[in-house]
Structure formats: structure tokens, C-alpha cells
């Protein structure tokens, strides 16, 4: 018996998710991206890898609001 794979409503592979934990214990990000990811990721919440890889290039794109 092969592996199944996840599947969404239209019959289509459904991308792998991750907790904000997991990605915090894993390899794929340096030790910035898994600070920026403690900040911007939800608790309890799902994710794929590409939506935690854009949550941190826009956190790193927004910038420091400088008070004048």
C-alpha cells in the first residue's frame, strides 16, 4: 500500500501545514527567520511553508517607523 497524500475538496493535492512550533524546531529557517516567525505566526495555528516564508519577507519589508 502506497502513501496517501491529502487531498482538497476538488480532488486536488492540498499543501503540507505546520504548526508555529514545527517551524520554529526546524532546519529549512536561520535562526532571524524563526525570531521573525515567534512574532508574526499565531499560536494553535496551521501553515503552509510558503505563507511563513512571505509572513517573513513582509515583516523584514515593513521597516522601522521612525518618530520624528
Do not use: C, N
Not at 535562526?31 to 505563507?51: M, S
Request: no cysteine; charged share 25%; hydrophobic share 40%.
Amino acid at each position: 500500500m502506497g502513501i496517501k497524500k491529502k487531498v482538497d475538496h476538488q480532488g486536488t493535492p492540498a499543501e503540507r501545514t505546520f504548526s508555529k512550533a514545527q517551524f520554529l524546531a526546524s532546519k529549512r529557517f536561520s535562526g532571524v527567520e524563526k525570531d521573525i516567525l515567534q512574532v508574526v505566526l499565531a499560536d494553535g495555528a496551521a501553515y503552509t511553508e510558503a505563507v511563513a516564508r512571505q509572513a517573513v519577507q513582509s515583516f523584514i519589508q515593513r521597516g522601522v517607523k521612525e518618530h520624528g
